[in-house]
Every structure is written in C-alpha cells, then in structure tokens.
Nanobody, 121 residues
Framework: QVQLRESGGGLVNTGGSLRLSCSPS????????MAWFRQAPGKEREFVAM????????VYTDSVKGRFTISRDNAENTVDLQMNSLKPEDTANYYC??????????????WGQGTQVTVSS
C-alpha cells in the first residue's frame, strides 16, 4: 500500500510560482512512475507530468512545457512539481499519483487527496 500526501498549493497571481510536493509513505514508491494530474471545476482530471522510477524519463503535457518541472528524490521519498509563469488556466486541484508509465489516469493505482492551486488574473 502506498499513501500519498500533497502540499504546497495556494493562491498566486498570474506569472507567479508555486512548488507542489508529494510525500509517499508505506511500501517503497521507488518502483513506481510518479505523476501529477489536475482537475478544474466541471472538467475531467487531466495529465500534467510524469517521471519514471529512476527519474530518467520525464513527460509533460504540452500546455506546461517550459513552465513546470517534475522531480523526485527516492532517498527522501518526495516528488515535486515546480510551477513557474502560472496562468489562470492552471487553476485546478492537483493530484499526485503512483503507478505505471502512462499518461492515462487508469494506469495509476495510488492517488493523493489533492491540493488546490488558484491563479488570479
């Protein structure tokens, strides 16, 4: 069993930055691909970024390329999402997930409770 806890969300102005953190606990998460998804009100949960177990492979959705950076520290059991140049359309509840190497949310077995990110215009 893997339990995930997100932190770092909040309210920020357009162009600002936030750093989200995910702290897995329980069974070691080193074997899992870790990902961030987000869900805005009235919309489906969408893929944001993922990082392979050893950190060697990273994928971003097009809308965040060049602005967001995903990273992981297997020794410290953390997965971070650095978000720069934030836009109002980035406003959503952000979820950390652990699973297989895919953009499809069905490939992720473990999910956190989410952390709200709000970007004001």
């Amino acid at each position: 069993q893997v339990q995930l806890r997100e932190s770092g969300g909040g309210l920020v102005n357009t162009g600002g930055s936030l750093r989200l953190s995910c702290s897995p606990s329980g069974r070691t998460f080193n074997y899992y691909t870790m990902a961030w998804f987000r869900q805005a009100p009235g919309k489906e949960r969408e893929f944001v970024a993922m990082i392979s177990p050893n950190g060697g492979n990273i994928v971003y959705t097009d809308s965040v390329k060049g602005r967001f950076t995903i990273s992981r520290d297997n020794a410290e059991n953390t997965v971070d999402l650095q978000m720069n140049s934030l836009k109002p359309e980035d406003t959503a509840n952000y979820y950390c997930a652990a699973g297989t190497y895919t953009r499809d949310r069905s490939g992720y077995k473990y999910w956190g409770q989410g952390t709200q990110v709000t970007v004001s215009s």
